[in-house]
């Protein structure tokens, strides 16, 4: 996100939430651990949509 690399930021994203999903079904992370990815996966998101939202309005995309 720091070098504007918006799509390969979301691929990162989508990855980080598979591999989450993959460690919390095999019940291989607590509760706080969960709790913790939740939120780190969420602001990853929120910055990636926030960047790609101003791209669009700078008419990038």
């Not at 993959?22 to 960047?51: M, N």
């Amino acid at each position: 996100l720091e070098e504007e690399l918006i799509l390969p930021a979301y691929d990162y994203t989508l990855k980080c939430s598979h591999v989450f999903n993959l460690l919390d079904a095999r019940g291989a992370i607590s509760v706080q651990e969960r709790a913790r990815y939740i939120r780190r996966i969420r602001k990853l998101s929120f910055e990636v949509a926030k960047k790609y939202t101003e791209k669009l309005e700078e008419g990038v995309y």
